[in-house]
C-alpha cells in the first residue's frame, strides 16, 4: 500500500482529442482491450475520460450515433495524481471522489493511467466499496456494523506493513463517512421537531481534524453556526445531543472532558467564536490554552464547510498579533511533555542496553509506555505551536512538519527526521490499540488505556525503533525552547 502509483503504471493509457467519433474511440478500445480513454487537447491538457461505466446511461440508453464526438459524453474536471505519491493517497481520493480512474502525472505531463482494479486485488474490504457501505446505512446499528469493518480494515493493513502516518488518514476517511452518516440521520429525525436552522457546520476537533484518527478513540467536536446565538443555541445542542449520542453507539465513547457540540462550549454562532478565540489570545490562562490545544486542529467535517475555512482565516490574521499567546502556547506545550519526554527514554534505552546484554527486562519500572501522552502527543503539541506561529494552515502533524519546510521555517533534514520519528510513534500506538481491541472483545479491560504498550514482549529491533524516535524528539524540544522561551 506504500507503492509509488508510477510503478503500478503498467502501459501507456489510450488518448484521443476531444472530436474523436465514439466509433474510433471503441475501436481502440476494443483493439487494447481496455476499458476507458483519455481525451486531451493539442496541449496535451487532460480534458476529460471516458470508461465502460459509462457506455449505458450515455451512449446506449441515449441512442447516440457512433459519429458523435466523445466530448459529448465524456466525464468532465478529471481529477489526477503524481507519479510519486504513494497508492493510499489514490485510495483515497478515488473514494473521496467517486472515481474509478486516475491519470498519472510525472513533472505535469500524462505517463499513465491507474484504476480502481490495480489498487485493489479484493473486493469487499476495498475502501471504496466500505466507504460506500457507510454512505448507504439507513440506521446506527448499520453504522456500528460498519466501524467494526473498519476496525477490521486497519487490523488487515497494519499487518501488510502500511504507514502508521497514511493509515492513520484512511481510518480518519471512514470515520468521517460514519460521523456525517450519523449526522444526516439525526438531521432527518429531528427536522420537523426542530424547524429550519440557520447555516451551520460540523467541527471534527483533536485527531479526527488532524486526520490521525486511530482505532480507539473518544469524540472531540464543535458546531458554528450563523445568526444570533442565544436564539438558535437549544436548537442546536438538542440536535448535537442526538448526534454525540448516536456517535457513542456506533463506537466513538462521549468524551469525558465533556469536549463535543451538545455543550454550551462548543456550541457556539460565528461572533460567540470570535469573541471566545480572542479572548483566548488576549488573556492565555491555563484553561484557555487546554481549549486552545484541542480546538485549533478543528476541521469542517459536515454543513457549510466554508464557516470553518473562514474561521481558520480569521484565526491566522489575529493570532500574528498576540505574541504573547504563543509564547504561552508554547510553554505549556514544554510543562505538559518535557517530563514524559525525559523519562520514557530513559527506560527505554536502558531496556535496550539490558536487551544487547540478552537480559529480559520484566523488572524495569515502567514496562509499559503511554504511546499517547509519552510519544505522539509530545510532537504534535510542538508542530501546532510552529505551525501556529509560522502561519501554516494545516492541521495533520506530518503536513504541518512537511509546510514547515517549505516555507523555511524548518530544515528539510529536521522536518524529515522529525516525520519519520513521528511515524514510527503512531506505529507502536496502533499496535498497542489493535492489540486492545483484540483483548476488549475477550473481557472487560478494567480501565486500562488503550495507548499503553507494554515493552516486554518487543523485539530488540522494535525497542531501537521506539528509543530512537523518542530521542529525536529532543531536538524539537530544544527548537520550540530556543524559538520561544528564551
Request: charged share 25%; net charge neutral; aromatic share 6%.
Amino acid at each position: 500500500m506504500d507503492i509509488r502509483v508510477g510503478e503500478l503504471i503498467r502501459k501507456s493509457p489510450l488518448v484521443c482529442l476531444p472530436k474523436t467519433s465514439l466509433q474510433q474511440v471503441f475501436q481502440a478500445m476494443d483493439r487494447e482491450m481496455t476499458g476507458s480513454m483519455l481525451v486531451a487537447d493539442e496541449t496535451g491538457a487532460i480534458q476529460g475520460i471516458l470508461t465502460r461505466y459509462d457506455l449505458i446511461k450515455r451512449v446506449i440508453l441515449p441512442q447516440l450515433p457512433l459519429s458523435t464526438p466523445i466530448e459529448a459524453v465524456m466525464s468532465r474536471g478529471i481529477k489526477t495524481i503524481d507519479a510519486d505519491s504513494g497508492a493510499l493517497e489514490a485510495m483515497l481520493m478515488m473514494a473521496r471522489h467517486k472515481v474509478r480512474h486516475l491519470p498519472v502525472l510525472q513533472h505535469g505531463f500524462l505517463v499513465g493511467l491507474v484504476s480502481e482494479r490495480d489498487l485493489f486485488n479484493f473486493q469487499k474490504s476495498s475502501l471504496r466499496i466500505l466507504s460506500s457501505s457507510i454512505e448507504q446505512s439507513e440506521s446506527i446499528p448499520d453504522l456500528k456494523l460498519c466501524a467494526g469493518e473498519v476496525l477490521g480494515l486497519a487490523r488487515r493493513l497494519m499487518a501488510q506493513g502500511v504507514a502508521a502516518t497514511a493509515l492513520a488518514r484512511l481510518v480518519s476517511h471512514l470515520n468521517d463517512g460514519l460521523t456525517r452518516r450519523v449526522i444526516s440521520i439525526c438531521e432527518r429525525r429531528l427536522s420537523a421537531e426542530l424547524g429550519p436552522l440557520p447555516t451551520w457546520c460540523w467541527l471534527a476537533l483533536g485527531s479526527e481534524g488532524r486526520e490521525e484518527q486511530t482505532v480507539a478513540t473518544d469524540q472531540d467536536n464543535a458546531i458554528i453556526f450563523e445568526g444570533d446565538g442565544p436564539r438558535y443555541r437549544e436548537a442546536f445542542k438538542q440536535l448535537a445531543a442526538a448526534i454525540n449520542h448516536g456517535l457513542a453507539e456506533v463506537g466513538f465513547p462521549l468524551c469525558k472532558g465533556g469536549v463535543m457540540a451538545m455543550n454550551d462550549k462548543w456550541c457556539r454562532s460565528v461572533e460567540e467564536w470570535h469573541q471566545h478565540v480572542s479572548e483566548w489570545f488576549k488573556f492565555p490562562r491555563p484553561e484557555a490554552l487546554l481549549d486552545a490545544n484541542i480546538f485549533f486542529d478543528f476541521r469542517g467535517l459536515s454543513g457549510e464547510v466554508r464557516l470553518a475555512d473562514e474561521l481558520r482565516s480569521w484565526i491566522f490574521l489575529q493570532v500574528a498579533g498576540h505574541k504573547l499567546f504563543i509564547r504561552s502556547l508554547a510553554g505549556d506545550a514544554m510543562r505538559d511533555s518535557v517530563a514524559r519526554l525525559t523519562r520514557n527514554p530513559v527506560a527505554i534505552s536502558v531496556a535496550r542496553a539490558m536487551r544487547k546484554q540478552g537480559y529480559l527486562m520484566e523488572w524495569l519500572a515502567p514496562s509499559v509506555l503511554d504511546t499517547k501522552r509519552g510519544a505522539t502527543a509530545p510532537v504534535v503539541y510542538f508542530a501546532r505551536v510552529l505551525a501556529l506561529a509560522h502561519g501554516v494552515a494545516a492541521t495533520a502533524t506530518d503536513q504541518r512538519l512537511k509546510a514547515l519546510c517549505a516555507n523555511g521555517a524548518m530544515s528539510e533534514s529536521e522536518s524529515h527526521m522529525m516525520r519519520d520519528a513521528f511515524n514510527v510513534l503512531q506505529k507502536y500506538r496502533l499496535k498497542a490499540q489493535l492489540a486492545y481491541a483484540l483483548r476488549a472483545a475477550e473481557s472487560d479491560q478494567g480501565g486500562v488505556s488503550p495507548n499503553v504498550l507494554a515493552l516486554d514482549p518487543l523485539s530488540s529491533h522494535e525497542i531501537d525503533q521506539l528509543s530512537e524516535s523518542l530521542e529525536a524528539l529532543g531536538n524539537l524540544r530544544a527548537r520550540l525552547e530556543m524559538d520561544f522561551l528564551r
